[in-house]
């Protein structure tokens, strides 16, 4: 199905990479927030490049106390991980959303020391939320150092048996069962699924939330985020404050982006994998 979409013997549109921080270099005749020397982030198609064209409501103004690496590590992992929070109930009143965030909810990141997972995490515990975060041996320390109070290792311990319930899940990786999920969710809790196995399992999940969420008193979404300006400017924000930081786990240069896709295929990156150019100004 997806090859029937992007090409069925080789992709149509070649340009990798999607999210990108750098300095501006040149501007169209209608921008208006933005000029030759800005440091931005945001998304386009392309980013693996030493530059690129991206329209002027795709970027926001970098804060000054983050990297540009740091930057680039954000847009589809921190947004995927801010509305997943907001789809939980997790709103966060103050920043431009409706929602209001109640301190004290406990919240359980599954995938916690992943792309989505370490934002998730460092979001949730700066609006107040008990958080538990799940992941593999190597990766309690790290978990627990950005915020998670509870930390399961998976390797020992099977979260949807151990008895504890929840008012959300975000589920970022995919490999428990909507019916495994509601046994460790409150009566009137939420499970958020932002990740799957593959295609298939995504769109599975995809038909069969909306079903389970009339049959039982708990909630099932699946969803995929939206980039949008607004929550961009969240996420800077919430750098800028010192409330989030990225984590990230391997700098490859841009030559060596099929190694780091081969590592990222490994699904054991721990936060996010950056393609960094030699001057740092562009990554």
């Known amino acids: 199905m997806v090859r029937m979409i ?17 300095q501006v270099e040149a501007v169209g005749r209608n921008v208006t927030q ?3 020397g800005d440091a931005v982030f945001g998304t386009c198609k392309g980013a693996f490049a030493e530059y690129v064209c991206a329209p002027e409501s795709a ?22 991980a801010l509305q997943g929070l907001r789809l939980g109930g997790l709103g966060l009143g103050g920043l431009g959303d409706k ?38 041996t190597r990766n309690v320390e790290m978990v627990r150092s950005i915020g998670a109070k509870q930390v399961i290792d998976y390797t020992r311990e099977d979260f949807t048996k151990s008895g504890q319930r929840y008012d ?20 009137n809790g939420v499970c958020v699924v932002a990740g799957a196995k593959g295609l298939w399992d995504f769109l599975t999940r995809a038909l069969t939330a909306p079903v389970l969420s009339r049959l ?54 721990r936060g996010k994998v950056v393609i960094t150019l030699g001057d740092h100004n562009k990554t």
Not at 61 to 74: G, H, I, L, R
Not at 101 to 118: E, F, H, R
């Open 6 to 22: 992007t090409g069925l013997r080789k992709p149509k549109d070649t340009r990798l990479g999607v999210d990108v921080a750098g």
């Open 34 to 36: 933005f000029k030759p």
């Open 59 to 80: 970027l926001v103004v970098k804060p000054d106390n983050v990297t540009f690496e740091q930057a680039a590590s954000v847009p589809i992992a921190a947004l995927t």
């Open 99 to 136: 929602g209001h965030i109640q301190p004290g909810q406990k919240v359980l990141i599954n995938g916690a020391s992943g792309g989505v997972g370490t934002f998730a995490v460092q979001i949730a515990k700066s609006f107040g939320a008990d958080v538990t975060g799940v992941c593999s």
């Open 168 to 187: 959300l899940i975000l589920d970022c990786v995919g490999n428990h069962s909507l019916l495994a999920h509601r046994r460790a969710l409150n009566p």
């Open 216 to 269: 039982v008193s708990q909630k099932f979404v699946t969803f995929i985020a939206k980039i949008n300006k607004q929550d961009l400017t969240i996420m800077g924000e919430l750098m800028a404050t010192r409330k989030v930081t990225p984590v990230i786990d391997r700098r490859y240069s841009l030559s060596e982006v099929p190694e780091a896709i081969r590592y990222l295929e490994t699904r054991h990156a």
